[in-house]
């Protein structure tokens, strides 16, 4: 196990959100992120974050062994076969495709799309904060290691890793996913080769469609990173939960 994968299990754990109790860390999370700190959606009383996609979505998760804390959340969303109701976030923007044929067959293709990516602010090195420790709340402070806090710049790689290995897991075509330019050009240098194939558009900031074959997973990964997934996509894979194969029929429709 290279160094990469040897660090980020000692300090975190892939988690997929079987239950409704799981998937609230990623609305609760994706509501401080989405809602509290950056105002791109609306504020509730309920302090969580969820749409009608979240229904047929693979939600992950990322814990902090040492504290329990939930470090992120990403979620695949994969739209139930033969259910035209069903959508992927994409799909509710006006989007100029441009270079997928993929998408010209998408109801009869295997897809999914990487959506939602959050990370708490308490797991975000800011510069000016570089030597300081980061607590996660007055009810109950817990102070960060200088090695822990070292580690956080991968949470955000780690999620990525399971959303991808997620795609590989539900045995999908391809993976689309709505990102930065900036973004896509990082990824890139991790090997995650996503390709663009839609025009620019603003949406909170430039943003582009991407897609990723299944075929090109981690054909272009270099060796750390490879380790990683693989560390990644066995944790998941080896989690009890339905719908491997495919998305299972029935939805989560979680109360809230």
């Not at 990487?114 to 570089?130: G, H, K, Q």
């Not at 710049?153 to 990102?179: E, R």
């Not at 997973?217 to 060796?223: K, R």
Request: glycine letters at 4%; a neutral charge; charged letters at 25%.
């Amino acid at each position: 196990m290279d160094n990469l994968a040897r660090n980020f299990s000692i300090y975190f754990y892939p988690r997929y959100a079987a239950t409704h109790h799981q998937r609230r860390f990623s609305y609760s999370i994706r509501y401080q992120v989405y809602a509290e700190e950056l105002g791109w959606e609306p504020l509730n009383e309920r302090r969580l974050e969820r749409d009608e996609c979240d229904n047929y979505a693979h939600h992950c998760l990322l814990e902090h062994k040492r504290t329990g804390d939930i470090a992120g959340c990403v979620r695949l969303v994969v739209p139930p076969a033969g259910n035209r109701q069903a959508h992927l976030p994409f799909q509710l923007h006006d989007i100029d495709i441009t270079r997928s044929d993929n998408l010209s067959h998408l109801t009869q293709s295997k897809v999914g799309e990487i959506s939602r990516l959050a990370v708490p602010s308490c797991f975000r090195r800011r510069a000016n904060e570089t030597g300081k420790p980061f607590i996660l709340g007055s009810h109950n402070p817990t102070l960060f290691t200088k090695e822990e806090r070292r580690n956080f710049p991968n949470i955000s790689i780690g999620l990525y890793l399971s959303a991808i290995a997620m795609v590989d897991i539900c045995k999908l075509d391809f993976a689309l996913v709505v990102m930065e330019p900036r973004l896509q050009r990082h990824l890139k240098r991790y090997g995650l080769m996503f390709r663009q194939i839609s025009s620019t558009f603003e949406l909170k900031g430039e943003r582009a469609l991407y897609e990723l074959p299944r075929s090109e997973l981690t054909c272009h990964m270099n060796p750390q990173i490879l380790s990683l997934y693989d560390l990644i996509h066995g944790e998941l894979d080896s989690q009890p939960w339905q719908g491997k194969s495919q998305m299972d029929d029935r939805q989560y429709n979680d109360p809230v």
